[in-house]
């Protein structure tokens, strides 16, 4: 079975930083990884990708402030997240094929 396990969530200001991180067991480097978010009452979003030979995508509103990466060595993929803002408060799930982590909350405060 492939398990993924979220981590570095919480609580910061407006402007900060946060380095969220997703470990994968079983087959990783083959796969494409996503990183989703989602509030209450909205649709998950595909915030960001990463295929297996490292091209990425971003959505427009994450471009420009977030950065993902993956370490195939490790089967761990990270989300970079400057510059945050309130709006991007939510829980941040990691996605490979039809699996998902439990998610990781973080919080944006103004």
């Known amino acids: 079975q492939v398990q993924l396990v979220e981590s570095g969530g919480g609580l910061v200001q407006a402007g900060g930083s946060l380095r969220l991180s997703c470990a994968a067991s079983?087959?990783?480097?083959?796969?494409?990884v996503g990183w989703y978010r989602q509030t209450p009452g909205k649709q998950r979003e595909l915030v960001a990708s990463i295929a297996s030979g490292g091209s990425t995508n971003y959505a427009d509103s994450a471009k420009g402030r977030f950065t993902i990466s993956r370490d195939n060595a490790k089967s761990t993929v990270y989300l970079q997240m400057n510059s945050l803002k309130p709006e991007d408060t939510a829980v941040y799930y990691c996605n490979i094929q039809d699996w998902w982590g439990k998610g990781t909350v973080v919080t944006v405060s103004s």
């Open positions: 079983g087959i990783f480097g083959r796969y494409a």
